[in-house]
């Protein structure tokens, strides 16, 4: 059966389900032209901007474990502000745990990590109004945790936020709601663990979450070399300018042949008389 004889019609559904696996396809960054594909995508919607309808859209791609596509979305902004133009509700709150849950620990590009820490800082800091946006759990708090670096101390920017954001949950200790003092109780714990020298981090998480991983493995997209018009410009100018010169260029004349000398007429040398005829 050749292509002419192919009658068959999609639905709007079925497009849209093409789309989606396309798509997907091209988020799983497994090829370079998938890694190409997703930080245009990044790029594109970095310039349209998030809003509550694209915000899922965002989330997907901050689950994307490659820098140069975080790199494309997050562009010029600071990224612990990036999320910060829509309201922070359950959904959002429990995609980025499932994150901070999926990730190792040393596994994660740290920009990733800004983004998420500024949506959970902004969401905890109010720690009762956060926790009814999102009542966290002990895994939750494992998961967040995790990601702290003791080797650090405490001076390194996203150690300090994920201290705070537990320092203010562990302000729910006297809450008299004995889940929320649980809670508290153990974001507490972990922020001991990390000051005290005495401690080890394993003492307070699962072992088996503190796993770290050496680097991250990513597809490098290829370097593209883009010429801007102020770079083709000089070449330009250049190769116009040699022409002119060689037009401006004076012709060489070809040297004249010297004129022929008139013939010598011959006299008697002995008796300076015409010789008789």
Not at 89 to 116: D, E, P, Q
Not at 238 to 252: I, L, R
Request: glycine share 6%; proline share 6%.
């Amino acid at each position: 059966m050749t292509f002419f004889e192919y009658n068959k019609s999609w639905t709007e559904s079925e497009i849209s389900e093409i789309e989606i696996h396309l798509l997907q396809g091209i988020f799983q960054c497994r090829t370079t032209e998938a890694v190409e594909a997703s930080v245009t995508f990044a790029n594109y919607l970095s310039t349209v901007g998030i809003t509550p309808e694209n915000c899922p859209l965002f989330l997907k791609i901050l689950e994307i474990e490659n820098h140069w596509v975080i790199d494309a979305l997050i562009g010029e902004r600071d990224p612990f502000l990036l999320l910060s133009a829509v309201q922070p509700n359950a959904f959002i709150v429990n995609r980025i745990f499932g994150m901070m849950t999926k990730w190792h620990k040393g596994g994660i590009y740290s920009k990733n990590l800004s983004v998420i820490l500024g949506v959970l800082q902004s969401v905890y800091s109010s720690p009762k109004d956060g926790y009814n946006i999102y009542p966290l759990t002990i895994a939750n708090l494992n998961a967040m945790g995790k990601h702290l670096d003791k080797k650090k101390g405490q001076d390194d920017p996203l150690n300090r936020i994920i201290l705070e954001i537990l320092d203010k949950i562990s302000e729910l200790e006297d809450s008299g709601n004995p889940d929320l003092e649980e809670k508290a109780i153990h974001a507490s714990n972990i922020r001991n663990a990390f000051f005290d020298n005495r401690k080890n981090m394993e003492d307070v998480i699962p072992p088996v979450l503190l796993v770290t991983v050496d680097g991250r493995k990513e597809i490098q997209p290829r370097k593209r070399q883009e010429m801007t018009a102020n770079q083709k410009r000089p070449q330009r100018q250049k190769a116009f300018s040699d022409s002119k010169m060689e037009e401006a260029a004076p012709v060489k004349e070809k040297e004249a042949s010297p004129a022929p000398q008139p013939a010598k007429r011959s006299t008697s040398s002995s008796s300076g008389t015409p010789a008789a005829g």
